[in-house]
Structures are given as structure tokens and as C-alpha cells.
């Protein structure tokens, strides 16, 4: 099993809308990301979550607030976001400890910043 | 800064044919190399990695790593038209990194 679960598929919010996007995996794996993408564009880097503990935040502006409950989920957390903001947000998961695993990606979250 | 370097296509091959996509990379150190498909408007799909120089076959798909060179290539053989997809080159960089570096992206289009 290599699933990723993301929800929701799809997030339609304002700009002064507070949401969250949720990522659940149950592969063992201990290392979490956060991507967005555009369109047309490759992935970019957010953040990255490893045994539970924040080890990369590239530079993502406070808006975004990444959040680690347990090994399994990860959620990003979204307040007063722009309409630039609108992209594919993307989780992905991989072992950390091992220098050549692969990292799976989820299904994503559509969001639309009205 | 670490890069990766993919020609951004379109690369254009009729079905049956052998699609070659092609990725340079800069960190010498690098270790890990990824191939992911992504259909439009989906997700990004793991569908190659290779860790040692040489090619590692898998049905249809050969991954080819030239560490010397800095780089790595993937073979489509026998294309289909639902291998039309953008193909993203990834690299996990020395440093103990769990960072991923994505190439821009190729997009493959097979015409039938």
C-alpha cells in the first residue's frame, strides 16, 4: 500500500476564510511534506515534517501554518490567503533515514482563493 | 543552489515508438534519483528510482544513471498514447536532506 490521502479534493475559501488541509498515510513513513504547484510548474517545497518535528520551512510565508498531530497526518493550516495563493497543494511521505527512499505523493487539494 | 535541468519539450513520438527523456543534475554528491508521471490537473506518480549507476528496467520503463556525467535518463519503449504526460525528474541531494529538487518537467506527448 503506497496511498497518500489528502482531503479535501477540492477548497473553494475567501481571503478572510481560516482552513485546513488534511494528509493521512499509513505506510510507517516518517518523513512529511508539504508542495504547491502551479500550473505548469514542477512541485515547489513548503515545508517538511520528519519523525514528527519541523526540519524545513522554505521560507513560506505565516499564512501557512503546517501542523504534525502524530506520524500518520499532517495538516496545513490557512488563514487570510491572497488569490495567488490558488495552486494544487500537494503532501507527500518517504523514510527519512534512509538516504535513497522514494517519497509517494498524495492525490492533492485543488484550492481556489476567491 | 542545487539544480536540475530537463528540456521542457514538447517531446513528440509516435505509439510504438521509444521515448527518451533526459535530466542533468548539479550536486555531484546526489544520490537518489526519481522519474514521476503527471497527467494534467492530477498528482505527481512515482513510477521510477534509481540509487546506482547503470539501467534498471521495469516493464516498459528503463531508468539509466550516469553519476560520472551527472546524469539520468528515462526510456519509454513501446509508447502509448496514455504515456502522454509531463515527466518529472527529482533529485534528493547529499546532506541528509529529505528535500526533494524537481527538474521543470518534460511533457511527452505520444500520437497514435
Known amino acids: 500500500d503506497t496511498e497518500v490521502t489528502q482531503t479535501p479534493k477540492h477548497l473553494v475559501m475567501g481571503m478572510t476564510n481560516k482552513k485546513s488541509l488534511k494528509c493521512e498515510q499509513h505506510?510507517?513513513?516518517?518523513?512529511m511534506y508539504w508542495y504547491k504547484q502551479k500550473a505548469k510548474k514542477p512541485p515547489e517545497l513548503m515545508f517538511v515534517?520528519?519523525?514528527?518535528?519541523?526540519?524545513i520551512n522554505e521560507s513560506v510565508p505565516s499564512r501557512f501554518s503546517p501542523e504534525c498531530p502524530n506520524s500518520s497526518l499532517l495538516n496545513l493550516h490557512l488563514h487570510a490567503l491572497q488569490p495567488e495563493d490558488s495552486a494544487l497543494y500537494l503532501c507527500?511521505?518517504?523514510?527519512?533515514?534512509?538516504?535513497?527512499?522514494?517519497?509517494?505523493f498524495g492525490q492533492g487539494t485543488r484550492l481556489t482563493v476567491v | 543552489q542545487k539544480e536540475v535541468e530537463q528540456n521542457s519539450g514538447p517531446l513528440s513520438v509516435p505509439e510504438g515508438a521509444i521515448a527518451s527523456l533526459n535530466c542533468t543534475y548539479s550536486?555531484?554528491?546526489?544520490?537518489?534519483f526519481f522519474w514521476y508521471r503527471q497527467y494534467s490537473g492530477k498528482s505527481p506518480e512515482l513510477i521510477m528510482f534509481?540509487?546506482?549507476?547503470g539501467d534498471k528496467e521495469d516493464g516498459r520503463f528503463t531508468a539509466q544513471l550516469n553519476k560520472a556525467s551527472q546524469y539520468v535518463s528515462l526510456l519509454i519503449r513501446d509508447s502509448q498514447p496514455s504515456d502522454s504526460a509531463t515527466y518529472l525528474c527529482a533529485v534528493k541531494p547529499t546532506g541528509g536532506s529529505e528535500k526533494l529538487v524537481f527538474g521543470k518537467g518534460t511533457k511527452l506527448t505520444v500520437n497514435p
Open positions: 515534517y520528519s519523525y514528527e518535528k519541523l526540519s
Open positions: 534509481i540509487y546506482s549507476n
Open positions: 507527500a511521505s518517504s523514510h527519512p533515514i534512509r538516504s535513497g527512499t522514494e517519497a509517494f
Open positions: 505506510m510507517g513513513h516518517r518523513a
Open positions: 550536486d555531484r554528491g546526489s544520490q537518489s
